[in-house]
Structures are given as C-alpha cells and as structure tokens.
C-alpha cells in the first residue's frame, strides 16, 4: 500500500511560480512512476508530468509548453513540481498518482492518488 499527501498549492497571479509537493510512504516498488494530473472545473482530468522512480526520467505534456519541471528528492521520499510562469489556464486541482501503468498518461491506469491541491491562477 502507498499512501501519497501533495501540499504546495495556493492562490497566486498570473507569471507567478509555485511548487508543489507529494510525499509518499508505503512500499514504493522500483518501477513506479509518480505523476502529477490536473483536473480543471468542468473538465476530465489530464496528465501533466511524470517521474520514473528507479530509471529517473521524465516526461511531460505537450501543453506544459516547458514551464515545469518534475523531480525528486530520494531522502525524503518526495516528488516536486515546479511551475513557472504560471498563466490562468493552469488553474485546476493537482492530484499526485502513483504506480506501474502500462500508460503513465492515463489516470485510469493508477493504483494510488493523493487528495489533491487546488492551484488558482488570477489574471
């Protein structure tokens, strides 16, 4: 079992940057991934980012446009995004999921998810 707590989240403006957090306990098996998706009012949930926990790499969203950045930190078990220049378009709850998907872009294919962190973004 693993268990996952994003925090970071927050209000800010427009060109502003935030960075968001999610911390995992549990057995975190070598082939996991952590992820990140969003999910915007109104609309289904999107893949943003994701970490390869044992090979280290990283792949993201063609929307994302390289405005963030995925990574981890092995002493504490945490997966970090950070999010740079920061437009109202990204405004969504930001939900961590882990596991070993057969497609790390689909949110159906995760076993674990955290309880998310709102991220608003004024103009």
């Known amino acids: 079992q693993v268990q996952l707590v994003e925090s970071g989240g927050g209000l800010v403006q427009a060109g502003d940057s935030l960075r968001l957090s999610c911390t995992a306990s549990?057995?975190?098996?070598?082939?996991?991934?952590m992820s990140w998706f969003r999910q915007a009012p109104g609309k289904e949930r999107e893949f943003v980012a994701t970490?390869?926990?044992?090979?280290?790499?990283?792949w993201y969203s063609d929307d994302i446009s390289g405005r963030f950045t995925i990574s981890r930190d092995n002493a504490n078990n945490t997966v970090y995004l950070q999010m740079n220049s920061l437009e109202p378009e990204d405004t969504a709850i930001y939900y961590c999921?882990?596991?070993?998907?057969?497609?790390?872009?689909?949110?159906?294919?995760?076993?674990?998810w955290g309880q998310g962190t709102q991220v608003t973004v004024s103009s």
């Open positions: 549990g057995r975190i098996d070598r082939y996991f991934v």
């Open positions: 999921a882990a596991g070993d998907p057969n497609k790390f872009s689909s949110s159906d294919a995760y076993d674990y």
């Open positions: 970490y390869g926990w044992g090979d280290h790499n990283a």
